[in-house]
Structure formats: C-alpha cells, structure tokens
C-alpha cells in the first residue's frame, strides 16, 4: 500500500478528474473545524482535507498532516510553500500508531485513509486519547454494500470481470475486502458500535455522492492508475490490463452524450463523532 501510493504520488488526482480534493473538502465542511484549534489530518496525501482545515483554523490554528507515503508527503510540503501556509506541517509517520501526545488535537481528520489502517477500529481508541475534551473525529469511507465492488461506483460491478482478479493477492479480493470492511463500515449500526467502543460518542453518519467530471472513458482509466485502483492494475497481466482498460474506456464513452463529458456519482460515507466523555 505505502509503495503504490508513492509512486502515484506525482500524479494523484492531478489528471483533470477531481474527486479526493472535492471530498477532502467536503469532509472539512462536516468536521467544521474552527478558528485556533488544532488539527491532525491522517493519512493526508497531497492536502485535500489538510489545506482547507488550515483555512478555517487560521493563523492561530495548527494542522499536522501524516502520511506514510514520504512522496505523498513532499508534494504535500511543495503545496504547503506554494500556499505560504505557515500554520500547516507535515511529517512522515505511521497513521496505525502515531506517536503523538496525549490530548493535543482538538479534531482528528481522515479523508479516504484511516479505512485503510490494517486495524482501523482498534486505531480509533487510539485517535480518541489523542483527542482533548470534547475534540472530534471525521472521516471517509465508500458507502460499502455485499452486492457491490469494493471502492468503486456501483456500476464498476458489472464492468470488471471476476476472472480478472484472480491474480490479486489473497487479501485484495473481493471477499477479504467485503469481510475486513463492511464487517464494521458496511451496516450505520455496525459503524456506531465500533466508535463508540472506541470511545466516541454523538456519531453522525451521512452518505452523499461526489459528483465526478470526466472527459472521456479513458481519461478516466488513465486517472484510476494514480489511486486505490492502481492496486488491482499493477497485479494483472499485461493481456488482462489491456483488456480491462478497453472494457470500462468503451462502457463508460457509452455513457456520455456524444462529445460531452462523463458525469459519475461516486457515494461517499462521511462519519463524524465526539470523544466520549472522560
């Protein structure tokens, strides 16, 4: 995971298809962090939820952002000088078990990240002692159903083979992914146990689509080699690729309406809680 994401990280949501940095935004807008609060954004990538914190937090705010990418980090970094942001920092270091203080962050952000953290529920106790009194949680998550592929729009389904996944390793497949994420993401109430055996409470769950603008199916196949899909293209042969690559370029140019762009909803699960009471 940390090598794909490094290597994606030049390119990640920078090929005209923007869908983490309109959700990173998004989740913000959940969060609502406020003016000098500090802010750890987990697993922040190139800033898409890290940027529009330290807006909100302003000067007299902090926001650390991690990731365990060390590219994803550096172009985090680039964007932050660009920006003249000087109440952001950004470090390389492990979301699963971050070694920070006790009760130092008012908010704890992860957008599309902390799911991703081998034993993300046991993580979540962790992130509620990192949290001070009445500090918050906000993360993302795909809206995950049995029926429907891991991590994509449910039209993806029907469009990717399980043939093709046969080379994925044992712990991509469909089945493990189904088992390690909707065991506790997949059910509201499953969701709700989890946080607040961790030590959360006033959960809030809301699901909304991010409606994503592409020019072309192949625009899109080419962007989804700069994300999580890149996990399931790097592991198929190059007969395989290709032919995926032809399947899902012609199903979804079906979809446009004629030279016109290609309009996908993409549901999103935004959770937010409150540490518990201490």
């Not at 994300?227 to 399931?232: F, H, K, P, S, V």
Request: glycine share 8%; proline share 7%.
């Amino acid at each position: 995971m940390t090598a794909a994401f490094d290597r994606a990280a030049a390119s990640y949501d920078q090929l005209g298809v923007e869908f983490f940095t309109p959700m990173g935004r998004r989740l913000v807008e959940h969060a609502a962090p406020r003016e000098g609060h500090r802010v750890l954004d987990i697993g922040c990538g190139r800033g898409a939820s890290l940027f529009p914190s330290a807006e909100l937090v302003g000067p007299t705010g902090h926001v650390l952002g991690i990731d365990i990418a060390p590219a994803m980090v550096d172009a985090a970094r680039a964007e932050a000088e660009r920006q003249g942001a000087k109440n952001v920092e950004i470090r390389v270091l492990d979301g699963e078990n971050p070694d920070l203080p006790a009760r130092s962050f008012d908010l704890i952000t992860g957008s599309y990240s902390v799911i991703f953290i081998p034993d993300a529920p046991s993580a979540m106790a962790r992130y509620a002692r990192l949290l001070t009194e009445h500090g918050r949680i906000a993360f993302t998550s795909p809206v995950f159903t049995d029926d429907t592929f891991p991590f994509l729009p449910p039209m993806f389904t029907e469009l990717i083979p399980r043939s093709l996944l046969r080379n994925l390793p044992a712990e991509w497949q469909p089945e493990a992914l189904q088992h390690r994420f909707n065991s506790w993401l997949g059910r509201v109430d499953d969701l709700e146990k989890t946080m607040r055996t961790a030590g959360f409470q006033d959960v809030v769950v809301v699901d909304e689509p991010v409606h994503v603008v592409v020019q072309s199916g192949e625009a899109w196949v080419d962007w989804s080699h700069t994300q999580g899909m890149r996990l399931l293209w790097q592991h198929l042969t190059a007969a395989d690729s290709q032919q995926l690559r032809t399947r899902l370029i012609t199903a979804l140019d079906d979809l446009r309406d004629g030279d016109g762009p290609l309009f996908l909803d993409v549901p999103v699960r935004y959770v937010t809680a409150t540490v518990a009471g201490r």
